[in-house]
């Protein structure tokens, strides 16, 4: 197939057009993972500047596994997120999906 | 909106989540990377296929090592032949051992008990069962605090005993 | 079609051939013998770890060393190099319409450095860990087992290096005068910028390798304290090379995914330039992390945060082709054959793998995991999960072509959902089993309930992924033998052309 085909294969099921998200929703859209990266840092923030006084001693271990667990809650999130879609795409593009894919009275047959 | 937009927020997404996860990283290891300027040494020595430990006072420990709770310790860790790497999974301490060189590493252990050392360095024959015992023990008038070794001598109501080891709660 | 099995051709035909097709089947039939042995030494450990206590499989902790110690050698330098040499000596001649490789003998040279150096990998069976970390490779590993290993694994890497010259002359010089580079197909790219990457890698380890042989015979003292030397140099040496040797491995399997996973969802791909940046992308970052391995040796704290960000600093690129291929998948028409069940897969896996790893590139995080089953199940969720997937999905693709005939689609099917459900059970749980803290090339563990527990599974799950291989190198040779000739126009009946240059005759 030349180019021209190859750009009108996915017009039925286009990804995103140009018009459809507007430019506030861009924008929150941007910004709506910097405030998270931000609220999660400003505990961190505070316990940068503490110092440590002799008998007031950081416990190892607590500030490793909490790490690990807040971690743990990103990588799920995303992990979830992209499980979702992933199964999504299977699921709804697999080619004996009847309801993507109708199939005609006759195909099929000889 | 083009082809590309999405792709673009998305890689926007990623590399905000890998600098949240580059900055916590980094804010949790600096709390860990300094040891208190008060805290005790004790020299670990790895082996093929044992541990032995030097505290600050000269008493030597084989296969044992007894902490005091409360207490910030400094590890000055070193091998006798291969790697190692001295390893207490209840107090995540972690650090290798290696001929030639000392690395360092702090703790305060803040509960007692019996934990396990083991080796996490591939070191030959017997790396699965190259373990230790750590006994952390609850301050008290025979074990030392922030007092010099000689202070261990004198009766439990000093005063100075009787006010560092009530920060220690 | 070079192995039509019903219609023979002369043995010594196909094993003093330079043809690349020819070069190409003895690759990945030495590969494939590779990774089934490597997997019977997996079989063994993880028998021997299903209870702690010496279960007689393995009889002793020496046996154990050498074993895994070969397991790891073998199945990266013996499986995933050679099969990719072997599809990329396949197809990158056709995919850059020239007659073969820029140098046919040289290609052949380098195939056959191959077995003598295996002979010497299997019949010394080092026990050092494929580390080969000093001071104890050079101190206390017993000859000739280390030299063997030694002089084995130096072959094996200017085998390597002259297979990357040879690609990377055949891309950029043979390439036909009217396809520009950014027309065609992106194995091409995986394949030139991983030959790339080799001749900048593997020279740093080569000097390491003669360092370490010289320490072994006493008259240097590069890594051996004794002598003023360092170990740590070693490491540094080790891992600049084998950090970006694992992206190595990587970048020729999601090439193979690219090839994989537009054709079956008969849709072009989402984004060729995408592709092309993220390859070369990871190219380059990949050189900038070496040290995320060396964490526990005693680096000071500014070190290891340049290393952490050079580290996180590759994962856009990893998830650019997720990206990639989730975009390329939305909105086609998935035929999901074996070929495509692997690359799904391995998608699947990878994602897994490279969120592990992200855990282990967190610097204080490292203290939980480091040489612990964290690392194993986090590694071995790459090579089996994403690499292994996507080779064995590339061979169903690739097998009518070389041989003429389809394999049982059935058969395929159900050992790629015994290979996808043993993979998951066995490295999902050993992260787990490294959080409980064991540590690995472990003999023997403590007598603790979870751990006795999350080893057994990961046991299980080793025994479903033997019993999906054996089924998976059954139905190939069996189909190879006697399977229903296939439609060579279009044997996936995808509606695209395949690699239609069968009308051509092998040997023009």
């Not at chain 2, 030597?60 to 310790?73: A, D, F, I, S, W």
Request: proline letters at 6%; aromatic letters at 14%.
């Amino acid at each position: 197939m030349n180019d021209r085909d190859v750009k009108n294969l996915n017009n039925n099921l286009r990804l995103c057009d140009s018009r459809s998200i507007p430019l506030a929703s861009r924008i929150i859209l941007l910004l709506i993972p910097a405030a998270l990266t931000v609220s999660f840092l400003a505990n961190d923030a505070v316990l940068a500047f503490a110092q440590q006084t002799p008998g007031d001693y950081i416990i190892n271990r607590v500030e490793i596994w909490g790490l690990f667990y807040r971690l743990m809650v990103i990588a799920f999130t995303v992990g979830a997120v992209l499980m979702g879609v992933l199964a999504y795409v299977v699921f709804k593009f697999r080619e004996s999906n009847k309801k993507t894919f109708p199939r005609e009275p006759m195909e099929g047959r000889r | 909106m083009g082809h590309a937009t999405f792709e673009w927020v998305y890689v926007g997404v990623v590399i905000a989540l890998l600098v949240y996860v580059g900055a916590a990283s980094w804010d949790v290891e600096r709390l860990l990377d300094h040891a208190p300027p008060e805290s005790k040494v004790v020299k670990v020595f790895g082996q093929q296929w044992l541990w032995t430990f030097e505290h600050e006072d000269g008493r030597k420990e084989v296969g044992e090592l007894h902490l005091t709770k409360g207490v910030p310790y400094r590890f000055e860790i070193t091998s006798r032949d291969v790697n190692h790497a001295f390893n207490i999974p209840d107090l995540t301490v972690m650090m290798d051992a290696v001929p030639g060189r000392i690395n360092t590493m702090w703790v305060m252990p803040d509960a007692t008990g019996e934990f396990l050392i083991q080796c996490r360095e591939f070191c030959g024959f017997s790396h699965y069962q190259m373990r230790a015992k750590l006994i952390v023990e609850e301050p008290d008038a025979t074990n030392v605090a922030f007092e010099d070794a000689e202070e261990k001598y004198l009766p439990a109501s000093s005063v100075v005993d009787a006010g560092d080891t009530a920060r220690l709660s | 079609m070079v192995l039509e099995v019903k219609k023979p051709r002369a043995m010594w035909e196909i094993l003093f051939s330079t043809h690349h097709t020819d070069i190409g089947l003895l690759y990945i039939i030495l590969a494939i013998t590779a990774l089934m042995i490597g997997g019977a030494l997996a079989i063994a450990i993880r028998s021997e770890l299903f209870l702690p206590g010496n279960q007689g499989i393995i009889p002793d902790s020496n046996t154990f060393h050498r074993i895994f110690t070969t397991h790891g050698t073998n199945m990266l330098f013996l499986w995933l190099l050679p099969f990719a040499a072997g599809v990329g000596n396949y197809l990158i001649p056709i995919m850059v319409r020239y007659k073969d490789m820029a140098w046919p003998k040289l290609n052949a040279t380098a195939f056959w450095m191959i077995p003598p150096a295996m002979a010497m990998v299997w019949l010394g069976m080092a026990d050092f860990t494929w580390y080969a970390s000093p001071p104890y490779s050079i101190l206390k590993a017993p000859g000739p087992a280390a030299e063997m290993w030694i002089f084995g694994i130096k072959i094996l890497g200017i085998s390597s290096v002259l297979g990357a010259i040879n690609f990377i002359v055949t891309i950029l010089k043979m390439k036909h005068p009217d396809l520009p580079l950014m027309r065609t197909p992106l194995f091409v790219w995986a394949t030139l910028v991983t030959s790339i990457m080799i001749l900048v890698a593997i020279p740093t380890f080569a000097a390491a390798l003669i360092m370490l042989y010289t320490d072994r015979l006493g008259v240097s003292g590069f890594f051996n304290p004794a002598m003023g030397g360092d170990p740590i140099a070693y490491q540094h040496l080790f891992w600049f090379t084998f950090h970006p040797e694992v992206y190595i491995f990587a970048i020729p399997a999601i090439g193979m995914m690219y090839e994989l996973i537009p054709r079956f969802s008969r849709k072009p791909i989402f984004s060729y330039q995408s592709g092309v940046t993220a390859f070369v992308l990871l190219a380059i970052v990949g050189f900038a992390s070496w040290a995320h391995h060396m964490y526990s040796t005693g680096m000071s704290f500014t070190e290891k945060t340049v290393f952490m960000i050079g580290t996180l600093a590759a994962v856009p690129a990893s998830a650019m082709h997720v990206f990639n291929w989730t975009a390329t998948m939305w909105g086609g028409r998935i035929r999901f054959r074996a070929p495509m069940s692997f690359a799904f897969g391995g998608l699947v896996l990878f994602f897994y793998a490279g969120a592990g790893g992200i855990v282990n590139t967190a610097m204080p995080l490292d203290f939980l995991t480091h040489d612990t089953y964290w690392v194993v199940g986090h590694f071995h969720l790459f090579v089996m999960g994403l690499i292994t997937f996507a080779f064995i999905g590339m061979l169903h693709y690739l097998f009518p072509f070389i041989t003429g005939r389809m394999y049982n689609e059935r058969l395929a099917m159900i050992s790629f959902w015994l290979l996808f459900a043993g993979s998951s059970v066995i490295f999902l749980t050993q992260h787990v089993l490294g959080l409980y803290g064991q540590p690995r090339r472990t003999f023997d563990y403590l007598p603790i309930e979870p751990l006795i527990i999350m080893n057994q599974i990961s046991t299980v799950g080793a025994w479903i992924n033997a019993a999906g291989a054996a089924l998976l190198i059954g139905n190939l040779i069996t189909s190879a033998i006697k399977g229903k000739p296939a439609k060579m126009n279009d044997p996936f009946e995808l509606g695209e052309h395949y690699y239609d240059y069968t009308r051509r005759e092998p040997h023009h």
